[in-house]
């Protein structure tokens, strides 16, 4: 063990004398508030949402406020966004008679409050509102929200998926990824290696590794009630709903299927044995297409009043449909706060 103040070795990734972030493995963070305004700006200056429809014309006129925080964090390689913004931009919209004569002009704002990575896989809240509301007005108004928002959030959408690849920093994180490799990576290419047998251990543990982009989640944790009770709460729609606060409905057939979290979290029953095993899929609807992991839940009752469980959570994709990668931190993490945790605090079996 290191002396207080030294730390251990093993664990530090020690600086190089040039400076250089190799691998990306230390945490660089790019501030993306500034690069966000300007795409805002480039997204929804003189953008037409209407164009003649009913004979109303709008468009909007150009972004009037970007607040709050935004910054790409790049890991390992693995770029991991933040941001909680909120955008006002104006919009202006003219009424014309049949004969192509102008009868009213309008002005109105819109206002995105809150968008934020942690709903990356939601659209956001869109206000509309217009400065005359007379019957032109609200015209304007109701065929904007019809209309308007839409398009709206469809270059909301360019600007997540845009921050997912990198925002500002991805050109340099692609520069990295193509940069050529040094002299002693091609002379060691040039010298033919020799070949070498894999060990049937190595060869063996190669067949048993982890798909590549998916990781496993384990977790052990103590609960003091019979495991019979905390198997009846895991697979019982009303105690989810009253633990979660949110809209539940769980089968108890195996091969039913199962929907928490207000259907953020859908998938089915593979095997139940009651008060001793769980073992589901669960697919969340940020993931991409197709995919979908494996809960298992183990139930052991060392003595009586006294459940210890053990979670394996398998085949969780390290990233999300817009390329997101914090999956796998923030699934534990609602494991432990939002399932857990809340059981020992609602259920009082804290031990």
Known sequence: MAKFGEGDKRWIVEERQDGTNVHNWHWAETDCLEWSRNFMSKLFSNLPLLDGEGGLFIKTKKVDKVDGEAYVNIRKGKIIPGYELSVTLSWVGEAKDSAGKSVQKVDGLVEIPYIS???????????????????????????????????????VRLYVQSMAKGGPAKDDLEAKKVAPK????????AVP???????PAVAAEKKKKAKEGFKTITLTEKFSCRANILFEILMDDNRWKGFTQSNAKISKEVGGEISIFD????????????????????????????????VKLTFDEPEPGVTIVKLVHSDVPEED??????????????WRDLIFHKIRAVFGFGM
């Open 117 to 155: 990575d942690e709903n990356a896989d939601e659209d956001p809240e869109v206000r509309v509102s217009v400065q005359d509301e007379g019957p032109i007005g609200k015209r304007m108004k109701d065929a904007m929200l019809a209309k308007g928002k839409p398009i709206v959030l469809e270059k």
């Open 182 to 189: 040094s002299n002693q990576s091609a002379a060691a290419a």
């Open 193 to 199: 290696a020799t070949p070498v047998a894999p060990k």
């Open 263 to 294: 259907g953020s979290v859908t998938g089915k029953n593979l095997e139940l044995e009651e008060g001793k095993l769980i073992v589901q899929q669960w697919r969340f609807g940020s993931w991409p297409d197709g995919i979908h992991s494996t």
């Open 321 to 334: 449909r817009y390329g997101n990668a914090t999956v796998v931190e923030n699934t534990e993490r609602g």
